[in-house]
Structures are given as C-alpha cells and as structure tokens.
C-alpha cells in the first residue's frame, strides 16, 4: 500500500517552491489565460509524478544501486495472465489523458497537432519508464506502460478536438484583444 512519508513531503515542497518563486512569476507575465493552463498542466505533472517516481530527491544517492528491471514484451502480463493486468491497462491509459487534452492549449494554434501530442505522450511515457527503475527499485521498464500511456495520451486528443469548438473562439477573441493592445499601444508611442 502507499504511504506519504517525509521523503515524498521533501519532494513536494520542491516541486512548490519551484512554482512559486520560478514558474508562476513568469507564467503570470505573459497573462492570465497562460497562468492558468500551466499552472494546470504543471499541477498535473506534479501528481503524474507523485504516483509514478516519488519520492525523488532523496532516492538520488542510490540511483544506481539496483538492477535496472525491464519488460520488452508488449502485454506479456495480459497474455500470461499475470497480476491485476486490465486494471494497469486501464489506469496507465486513463493516466496520460489528461496530457493529451492539456499539451495542445500549450502550443500555438498551427502546432497543435495529433502527431506533436502524441509524439509528447510518448516521450513524457518514455522518461518516466526509464526513470523509474532507477529511481526506485519496486518499478520496472514496461513497453506495455509506454503503449497505453500513449493511447491515453491520443485520446486526450481527441477529447480536446471536441471540445476545440467551444474554447477556439474564446481564445482567438483573447488574442483580437491583444493584438488591438499592442496596436494601440505602438501608435500611443508615435
């Protein structure tokens, strides 16, 4: 069962000091609608990483003082029927989701594709499936991990193509807004 010990409360902290006084000064600059996407994807990431690699910081010292497990065999634990299999597939698809939706309102309009989120979906999963093993010696490299979170990750997607209509306006209205600031503000200077 998991448990919050001190060592995941040093990681937290980090992790809160770092938005503090790093990420939201500078998100905040660059407006509001911007603060509140990556603070949302930044609390997402966080949580991402409490429940797949914490505690961190102080596994450091012994990164390398256990054998770096691994699975190349894509669903080998579904085939086998190994452990609660349908429920890992589940929750690592259900886990990347929220990124799928969430890495395109980060992007500028022209980069927000299915290719570019999914391509990302990827490499979030891969980083943590080559951390984890090193980080604590309980996980393991999976590629069954890496597949599903990034089926998780194109579903994310796809919510965000529905729901696209209904924010794209909104936000284009936003940047009309600025645009006609920035106008205003360069003819005031004339």
Known sequence: ???????????????????????????????????????????????????????????????????????????DDYVNGRGDFMRQIILNVIMTVPFGFLFPLTRRRAKRTMISTVFATFLLSLAIEILQPFVNSYRSFDVTDL???????????????????????KRRRNSDVSKYRIKHYAEAKR
């Open 1 to 75: 069962m998991f448990s919050f010990t001190i060592r995941h409360l040093i990681d937290v902290v980090t992790l809160l000091i770092l938005y503090i006084f790093v990420l939201f000064p500078k998100w905040k600059r660059r407006g509001g609608g911007v603060l509140f996407i990556w603070s949302v994807m930044y609390v997402y990431l966080c949580f991402l990483m409490f429940f797949t690699m914490m505690p961190i910081i102080t596994s450091l010292p012994f990164l390398f003082d256990h054998p770096f497990a691994y699975n190349l065999i894509p669903f």
């Open 147 to 169: 597949i599903t979170n990034t089926i998780g990750g194109f579903i994310g997607y796809c919510c965000f193509m529905v729901v696209r209509p209904v924010i794209g306006p």
